[in-house]
């Protein structure tokens, strides 16, 4: 089975602090993501990276970054954390999606698998 | 706009009964995979079912099984004969293209199963 593992469930920091927060996987998958959760907002993507040293901007990126040096661990970096920034943080990975085959239809059927999420409050 | 649309933010169920949770997506490309996740009050998620766009049979998995509507754009999951345990937060999330690399993420339905 995937595992996606968190550093850590609960985290308390307080206004001002660099955040880190880690996240490693450990089925060789190309993609990983961070998300923040909050209720009634679902999942809100901030970062995700398809490679190694590649990262992309999600829906929210302000305020964080991200590392990915080595495969398997993905870094969210909180540079100076906020009250705003309380929230549930999700790592998740997958398998890069199938290339086109011009044969037939290839849909995408590969999940997003998660970590147990870390709770972060911000005092 | 909202590429995932989950209109029910608590649903409530009788213990045995079943019930659908709604989910409506959005997308212009033909290509896409739909997905359902549970996510229990400890937080982690946990992949439930796949649809994919190319699929001519609807999805199941035990009592899990998506009631797919390509016309309408809608994927509802239907859990019968609910257990206690169903109670969580249920996400719909669809990924988007041949090699997409994203997924888009509802903002949840809250089950709660009444003994």
């Known amino acids: 089975d995937v595992k996606v593992t968190q550093s850590s469930r609960y985290l308390v920091k307080r206004t001002g602090e660099k955040v880190f927060l880690e996240c490693v996987q450990d089925?060789?998958?190309?993609?990983m993501f961070w998300y923040r959760q909050d209720p009634g907002l679902g999942l809100r993507l901030i970062y995700f990276?398809?490679?190694?040293?590649?990262?992309e901007k999600g829906d929210i990126p302000e305020g964080y970054s991200v590392s990915r040096e080595k495969k398997e661990r993905f870094s969210l970096i909180l540079e100076s954390a906020s009250t705003n920034q309380t929230s549930m943080y999700l790592c998740?990975?997958?398998?890069?999606?199938?290339?086109?085959?011009?044969?037939?239809?290839?849909?995408?059927?590969?999940?997003?698998?998660f970590g147990d999420g870390t709770r972060l409050s911000i005092l | 706009a909202q590429k995932i649309t989950q209109t029910q933010p608590g649903m409530f169920v009788q213990e045995k009964e079943a019930v659908t949770l709604d989910c409506t997506y959005d997308?212009?490309?033909?290509?896409?995979?739909l997905f359902w996740y549970k996510q229990p009050s400890s937080g982690e998620m946990i992949f439930l079912i796949y649809?994919?766009?190319?699929?001519?049979q609807n999805a199941t998995e035990g009592r899990y099984s998506l009631n797919f509507q390509k016309a309408r754009k809608s994927a509802n999951l239907v859990i019968s004969a609910s257990q206690l345990g169903d109670s969580a937060m249920y996400f719909c999330?669809?990924?988007?293209?041949?090699?997409?690399?994203?997924?888009?993420f509802g903002t949840g339905t809250s089950l709660t199963v009444i003994p």
């Open positions: 998740a990975s997958s398998e890069r999606g199938q290339a086109f085959d011009l044969n037939r239809a290839i849909n995408s059927n590969q999940p997003q698998h």
């Open positions: 089925m060789d998958h190309e993609n």
């Open positions: 990276s398809y490679d190694v040293k590649m990262k």
């Open positions: 997308t212009s490309d033909p290509s896409y995979g």
């Open positions: 649809q994919g766009s190319y699929d001519q």
């Open positions: 999330a669809m990924r988007e293209g041949f090699a997409g690399n994203q997924f888009y």
